[in-house]
């Protein structure tokens, strides 16, 4: 059974769900669309070709400079990854915080 995700992540929901999505064995990858990397990021560059080759389950994570094309095309990155779960980035590069972070509760 394929796990249900929103449409759409921001920021600190990426960062958050990546760290536990991970710590679970589910690869989580921020793509970049526009072939603007975003600083202080682990960014991917889209290429639909190496992205079907991601395991069953991973999750992309899409971005664009605003988040608004990606969002339109999302449901276009569904069908062409329908192994694996698609997301927006809300904002998209333009609202990304370079220096945020999640720090855990051991951490604060």
Known sequence: MKREFPNEWTQEEFLRNKTALEKKGIKVLLIDTILSPIEHADTVTYNP????????????????????????????????????????????????????????????
């Open 49 to 108: 070709v190496e992205l079907k080759e991601e395991a069953e389950g991973s999750v992309f994570v899409f971005y664009c400079d605003s988040g608004k094309a990606t969002m339109n095309r999302l449901e276009e990155y569904k069908r062409r990854f329908p192994a694996q779960h698609c997301i927006s980035l809300k904002g998209g590069r333009g609202y990304w915080r370079k220096h945020f972070q999640i720090l855990d509760d051991k951490d604060e």
